[in-house]
């Protein structure tokens, strides 16, 4: 037996569970993925080219105005 057999029988194992799991990891990257997109649809059609500076910089703006808007309308609500 020895060392080779260990090898053997230690990657056969592994292997194993690697085909066990890689459905459960595949699933729940699928599921992030999705939740991810979601999210971002959420921000509206951006409809920009994100290697450009200048569209990230848009982009940046954009959202952050979203963000003030949105705090502001909630501490207005909260003042009423």
């Given at each position: 037996?020895?060392?080779p057999y260990l090898i053997r029988v230690l990657n056969v194992t592994?292997?194993?569970h690697i085909k066990k799991t890689l459905p459960t990891i595949r699933s729940n990257i699928l599921n992030i993925i999705q939740a991810k997109e979601y999210e971002?649809?959420?921000y509206g059609?951006?409809?920009i080219d994100l290697t450009d500076k200048?569209?990230?910089g848009f982009?940046?703006?954009s959202l952050v105005s979203k963000f003030a808007n949105?705090?502001?309308e909630?501490?207005?609500k909260n003042l009423k």
């Open positions: 037996m020895g060392v592994f292997i194993q971002m649809s959420q059609d951006l409809g200048q569209a990230k982009l940046i703006l949105a705090y502001s909630m501490i207005s």
